[in-house]
Each structure stands twice: as C-alpha cells, then as structure tokens.
C-alpha cells in the first residue's frame, strides 16, 4: 500500500495551465498520488482527459456532490485525503466548503471565494472541523522569495520604510476592445469572477506578497482602477496606495492591458539599511542593494541562504528552478501539514491569507467606487 498522500483534484482538465501546474506540483516530491476527481463537467471530456494522463476511471465522478458521496462511502484509508479545487473562481467557496465539513483537507486556487462574506464563512468552518486549508499563492514557494522573507525578518536590511509590487501582464489587451470577447469571457462576468478581474486576479498576488515577505499587515487601501469601456464591469489595471502596520507605506501597480508584456512581477522592498528586488520572470536571482555598495545578487541552492530557502530547492546552484518548483514547495508543506509533521509557518499561504485576500479585493473597489478615498482593511 502506497504510503503518498492521495489527492482529488476539481478542474484543471484540458490545456489548463493551473492544471497541468498543480499535477506536476504534487508529484515532485513523491508526496501525492492522485486518485480520482472531476476535471470538466462534460462527462465525455472529463473521463477523456482522465485517460489521456493515465488517472484511473473507476474514481473520475461525473460531478462534484458525487464525489463526495461515493468517496464517504470507501474506508478511511481509501478515500482521498486532500482536494484541489482548481475551478473557476464562483466555485471555490460552495466546493471548499462541502469538502471541509464532510472532512477533506483542500488546495484551493485564489481568489479563495468570490466575496469577502464568503472567506469569512469559509474561515468559520474550517475553525469547527480537523483540516488543513491552503490557498495556492504560487509566488510564495520560490526558494529567494523566502530568502527575502527571512532576511527581512532577520534585520539585514534594517527597518521596513516602503514596500513595492508591480504586476503587469498583456493577455486581456485584445480582448477587452472587441465587445463580444469581453463580454463572452469569464473573468470579465462579476457571475463567475467576483467584482474584481485584475486585482482579483494579480492584484492579491501583490497583496498576499508584500505581507509575506515583509510580515507587515496592509491597514488601509486608496485606489484608483481601470476599467476602458463603460460596459465593462470588471477592472483591467489598477494602482493601489498602501497604508500598513509601523508607519509603513507602499503601493500596488497591477494590469492585464500592459500590452505586450508577459507576466512581469516584481517584488521590492526597502529598509533604512538595504533594499531587496525579486523579478518574477528571473525567480533565480534576489538582489541587494545597498547604499556606497556594488548591487549583490544571491541564488538558489548555496549554503549562504536560509534553511526555509534551501528546504524549496531541489537542484544544485546554476540549475534553473520555476514556478512548477514554486507550487511544489506548497504542496510540500502542506504534505507536512496532513501528516502532522512539523513544518515552518512560511511554507503555503493559510485560510487568513485567503481571508485577508478577499477583504483586500473588496476594500480595493470600494475605495474606487466611493472617489478613491483611503478605506480599512479588516
């Protein structure tokens, strides 16, 4: 009997990139077996992909409730343990929370649900029950963004004075001027995404980000979005002032109309002493700088970095590692998690980031909505 961790998965069928992402991710540590799921809800699509990527068909469910029901009726040590619910964002809370309260742990896509409300039930369940909740910010896993994190935290470059992210991707440039693509795609409809495309999207990447690496809370938001047509209701850019815990102020500068670039992310911070820049499109290299100093570049895999860097790094310096390595290293703390081991609270973002996340996209539009004035986050 194999000892790995068995794992359901909702969605991700097809040439879905968070598919094939969180599949990969979960085998690379030999921690996972999956064992079944619904990957589309057209039938002949769902257990046609199953084929395809070799899964066994005697646990392919035609849709979620029965799953649910035909895994409760199989042994403890049978059914799947752990779920990932990587579907569109509508579906996240209903599905998370069914899967906590008949006793799954779950992996679930961010946004975590699509309102605020939601994430705050989703949190009042997970409190009455025994499982584990991640919420997958990718970004987190990468071996020199936790070297940031433990060099912030260990004073290297002194006292936090301003945190900076900006993430700027191109793809929803061409559809958002022709009016019958934006108003056929899905993350442009406030039904299926929430009230928020681009912050809701990238823009709590930023978020959960700067509050990772720097482990200062955001108190409060100012906001002004952008949305191009008037019959669109979703943001598609957007720049968010910060105001966070220690005096500290910072800014957020999120688009998915920034034509032509890719999925440039960058992540920076300064304290009194020395400034630390991580680009996501070059996830190996985390720089220092320093005033009257040459710039210092430190890379994965070398002695120099910390035991939570090195943990996330499986290749020896000079060999490249990517975001498949970066949700890796969440699956593996989660793994830790499930099998009660102990782990490092830096490992994969919680219920409260999922939380704080949602309260964030909803503080953001308002802020917007009510003439960009500075507005709490709770």
Request: proline share 5%; with cysteine; glycine share 10%.
């Amino acid at each position: 009997m194999s000892n790995k961790i068995r794992i359901g998965i909702l969605g991700g069928g097809g040439d879905s990139l968070i598919g094939i992402l969180h599949r990969i991710a979960s085998s690379m540590y030999d921690q996972y077996q999956i064992v079944g799921g619904v990957f589309n809800p057209i039938w002949e699509e769902n257990i046609g992909f199953a084929e395809q990527i070799g899964i066994p068909t005697n646990r392919i469910y035609l849709d979620f409730d029965k799953m649910i029901e035909e895994e409760l009726k199989l042994p403890q040590s049978e059914r799947m343990q752990v779920v990932s619910v990587l579907t569109p964002n509508f579906l996240h809370f209903p599905m998370a929370k069914k899967l906590l309260e008949n006793g799954f742990n779950v992996i679930c896509e961010k946004p975590m649900t699509t309102s605020f409300e939601e994430a705050k039930i989703l949190n009042e369940t997970l409190k009455k029950v025994n499982s584990v909740f991640a919420v997958t910010y990718t970004y987190t896993g990468y071996p020199m963004i936790r070297q940031m994190r433990q060099m912030i935290a260990d004073g290297v470059i002194g006292k936090v004075q301003k945190i900076d992210a900006q993430y700027y991707q191109g793809w929803i440039n061409p559809i958002i001027h022709d009016k019958d693509l934006r108003a056929n795609t899905w993350r442009l409809d406030p039904e299926k995404g929430g009230i928020s495309c681009c912050i809701g999207d990238i823009g709590t990447h930023a978020f959960d980000m700067l509050e990772y690496v720097s482990q200062l809370k955001v108190k409060s938001v100012l906001a002004d979005l952008n949305y191009v047509y008037d019959d669109n209701k979703m943001d598609v850019d957007g720049t968010v002032l910060l105001r966070c815990e220690n005096g500290v102020k910072g800014v957020i500068c999120t688009s998915q109309i920034a034509s032509g670039e890719e999925n440039n992310f960058i992540v920076k911070v300064y304290g009194e002493k020395a400034g630390l820049k991580w680009e996501q499109e070059n996830p190996n290299y985390l720089y220092l700088m320093q005033d009257g100093e040459p710039l210092k570049v430190l890379k994965p895999g070398h002695p120099y970095n910390s035991p939570i860097s090195l943990d996330g790094t499986k290749l020896p310096p000079g060999h490249p590692e990517g975001i498949f390595d970066s949700m890796a290293n969440i699956y593996k703390g989660v793994a830790r998690a499930v099998k009660g081991e102990k782990y490092d609270e830096g490992e994969f973002p919680t219920m409260i980031d999922g939380v704080r996340g949602m309260c964030f996209i909803e503080k953001v539009v308002e802020s917007h909505i009510n003439g960009n004035i500075w507005t709490d986050i709770k």
